[in-house]
């Protein structure tokens, strides 16, 4: 038999070049196509009033709220995400976020009040109390906010604006911490929250302060309405002053007046989805109704706090200025009624509310009875092997739970079909929805055709993984987002796309589908069609993770391009050379920068990741961007014992990997005989996690959820390759022989 021909390193360089134009059209094409539709919306008749309060939700709202009950039926309406630098937001926090257009944060440790540094007279400049240590701090900070990024934005524009009370100062502040007009406001109880003694004298006080600004014509007004913070005896009374307090400032404004009402900062301790609402006439044209949505979240009815400061901008028809992270937000779906809109909201809060405590038991439970039952079963086989029993059924039986095990993550994300969180013990109804995922998953990957393969199973289950994650971006990462190993919006990590533990799930997953495709491929002597194979799952695999309209993913791409690039090298039996691995690098800058062009050419406020860093690098700011995600991993990785033991258990694994006969896994070892493309496939995810890590941001989180879907199936794998039919070819293999120097897994 002639030996198997190689494929041409012309061909090779052709295929890539090819992939890299695919990537750069279909990025560019509707880039340009997106940026020469956008034009600039005309700003509203005006005034824009910003009406600002904490710790305020759409489940407070109700009978003894009829201000902000009545929003869902004359306002679009959303629940906003108010996360600020640390895990519960300050009343302080929330306004610097409108201040500076992104994140930003007092000094931690009880939630401080905003203030004056001496009580404005009615119309007169005022200074922000402490406003040194907010931009000292937010300097300090690697997210770089620039507090007083509104006001110098609007001083720019030669705009008038009117603060009321001292957390509307902090929003309209310049960057010296000053304000050119403004009102005291009203007072705060002793604990900072909203004082309920007198309510209606208080709103009226309120009511006739803005009616004074308002004569004073500003383009915009921002107002203080006070914050709802937690108490023994709850927050009602609170929340309905806050609702006297918004009734009697709408009372108070003139029908042109563009309205947003924004809960910017938690009640307590524990992070809460806030509420938001936008009334009156939007930019462009028509009125706001419906729901409210933002590019930044590309979810109907959620958006962030950070969004309010574009969206106070482009009503006053004002360009958003480099920093401001968020997008303008716009409405859709104003023919729903009100009670339809508000039940969707709760929809949207409920299960981002109930998931948080539920994420660590449910794994913790999970993954000890898969340990359990995964060590008892290798155990007994290894006890029947070496008594000379049959462990046919034992081994199958082990494999499959081991299989349905590594589907487990790809079944929370289904789990999210079911409207679990409605039911009246939501943990079990979740474990509940989660089972009925996770079987006909399992079904389909231990029941098919390919259950024959030694790598088939392994292969599908990974393929589905892939699969679910792809519909779901190519829907909205509706599944995701709520998932327990999702974005979670409480968080405010990502709303779209790939998240890092996404990320992890679908590339591992990918890559596993590339391994088992091309391993028949190489064992039957065709290393050529072997390599196709996997830079076609390979580019599919890029596509759906880096593309704008799917995965949309920063770091993804610069770790899926070598990792398929190597497998596919491997397969086809190309020895690796520098001038290769060069190759590989170049295409990988190439792709990225197609995808990172691609993505800036859009509108400003429909920007990408990807885009949006072009920005930073063209405004001088890419270094930071860069030290910032390095400083991230590390503080993760050296954050505790426990996640110092992380890369050391990698290292060891990798170790046991590359020589699995010297560490007694003699099972992956015959695996390793039996599908010449498993060796290569595992040095290919080591590829994948190591660069992962490298270029995300909690890139460290990347390698133990990659583990969750991959170790199980590795063990699936060695246990079949130890029967004595299971995944043998008769005769001699064909093929290139994957040598045994081959480069480790670490």
């Known amino acids: 038999m002639p030996p198997p021909r190689r494929p041409r390193a012309g061909r090779l360089r052709r295929l890539a070049a090819a992939a890299m134009a695919t990537a750069g059209l279909a990025v560019l094409v509707p880039a340009v196509s997106a940026a020469a539709a956008d034009g600039a919306a005309r700003p509203v008749p005006g005034p824009v009033v910003l009406l600002g309060t904490g710790g305020v939700r759409w489940s407070d709202t109700g009978a003894g709220t009829p201000a902000l009950s009545a929003l869902p039926d004359e306002a679009a309406v959303a629940v906003a995400s108010a996360r600020s630098v640390r895990p519960s937001t300050c009343p302080v926090d929330g306004w610097l976020a409108v201040s500076a257009g992104a994140r930003a944060a007092d000094e931690p440790g009880p939630c401080r009040s905003p203030g004056w540094v001496s009580t404005p ?38 705009l008038d604006a009117g603060a009321v009370g001292p957390g509307a100062g902090i929003a309209l502040a310049r960057g010296d911490g000053t304000v050119a007009q403004a009102w005291p406001g009203v007072g705060t109880a002793a604990d900072g929250g909203v004082d309920t003694t007198a309510p209606d004298a208080v709103a009226s006080s309120l009511a006739d302060q803005v009616r004074r600004a308002l004569a004073e014509r500003p383009a915009l007004l921002a ?27 709408l009372a108070a404004l003139p029908s042109t007046a563009t309205v947003v009402v924004a809960s910017l900062a938690d009640a307590g301790g524990q992070g809460r989805l806030q509420l938001l609402a936008a009334r ?28 309010v400061t574009p969206t106070l901008l482009a009503a006053l028809g004002v360009p958003a200025p480099p920093g401001a992270v968020g997008s303008p937000m716009t409405a859709t779906g104003g023919g729903t009624a009100g009670d339809v809109r508000l039940a969707r909201l709760r929809d949207l809060a409920a299960p981002a509310e109930v998931l948080d405590p539920l994420v660590a038991p449910f794994f913790v439970a999970t993954l000890t009875l898969e340990f359990l039952l995964l060590v008892g079963g290798t155990l007994l ?111 405010g990590g990502r709303f779209y796309g790939f998240s890092n533990p996404g990320f992890a799930l679908f590339a591992t997953g990918a890559l596993l589908a590339a391994v088992a495709l091309a391993d028949p491929l ?26 704008p309209g799917l995965g949309s993913d920063f770091g993804g791409p610069p770790a899926l391009i070598p990792a398929f690039a190597y497998l596919a090298l491997r397969v086809g039996g190309v020895r690796l050379t520098w001038r290769r691995v060069l190759a590989v690098a170049v295409g990988t800058v190439a792709v990225l920068a197609a995808l990172a062009v691609g993505g800036w050419l859009r509108p400003p406020q429909s920007r990408t990741h990807l885009g949006r860093f072009v920005q930073t690098v063209l405004d001088g700011g890419g270094a930071d961007v860069v030290f910032r995600k390095a400083e991230q991993n590390l503080a993760i990785v050296t954050s505790s014992p426990f996640q110092l033991v992380l890369p050391l258990v990698a290292v060891a694994v990798a170790v046991a990997l590359a020589r699995p006969a010297r560490w007694g896994l003699h099972g992956i070892e015959r695996a390793y005989r039996q599908a010449p493309a498993l060796r290569p496939g595992l040095a290919a995810l080591a590829v994948l996690l190591v660069a992962g890590f490298a270029v995300n941001d909690s890139g460290a989180a990347i390698p133990p959820l990659a583990a969750t879907l991959a170790l199980p199936l590795l063990l699936a794998v060695s246990l079949r390759a130890g029967r004595p039919t299971a ?3 008769p005769g001699p293999q064909p093929g290139p022989r994957v040598r045994d120097t081959a480069a480790p897994p670490v």
Do not use: C, H
């Open 121 to 158: 007279r009615d119309g007169s400049p005022a200074s922000v109390d402490r406003w040194a240590t907010y931009t000292r701090l937010a300097s300090d900070d690697p997210g770089k906010a620039r507090p007083g990024l509104l006001g110098d934005a609007l001083a720019r524009a030669g």
């Open 223 to 249: 107002v203080d309405v006070g914050a709802v913070r937690e108490r023994p005896g709850g927050t009602a009374a609170q929340v309905s002053a806050v609702d006297r307090r918004v009734g009697a400032v």
């Open 381 to 491: 086989v290894r006890r029947r092997r070496r008594e000379g029993r049959d462990d046919a059924r034992l081994v199958t039986a082990t494999a499959a739970v081991a299989v349905i095990g590594a589907l487990v993550p790809a079944a929370t994300f289904v789990a999210n079909l079911w409207p679990w969180w409605r039911a009246g013990s939501p943990g079990a109804a979740l474990a509940a929805a989660v089972l009925a995922s996770v079987v006909p998953l399992a079904l389909v990957a231990l029941l098919g055709p390919w259950r024959r393969a030694l790598l088939g199973p392994a292969g599908v289950a990974g393929a589905l993984t892939a699969l679910v994650l792809t519909a779901d971006v190519a829907t909205g990462s509706r599944l995701s987002l709520t998932a327990l190993i999702g974005g979670q919006p409480l968080v």
């Open 280 to 307: 009156g006439p939007a930019p462009g044209a028509g009125m706001y109704a419906g729901y409210l949505r933002s590019p930044s979240t590309r979810q109907t009815g959620l958006v962030q706090t950070t969004d």
């Open 522 to 547: 190489v064992g039957a002597g065709r290393p050529r069609a072997a390599a196709a194979t996997v830079a076609a799952v390979g580019l599919v695999a890029t596509a759906v993770d880096g593309l």
């Open 727 to 729: 995944g043998r070819r």
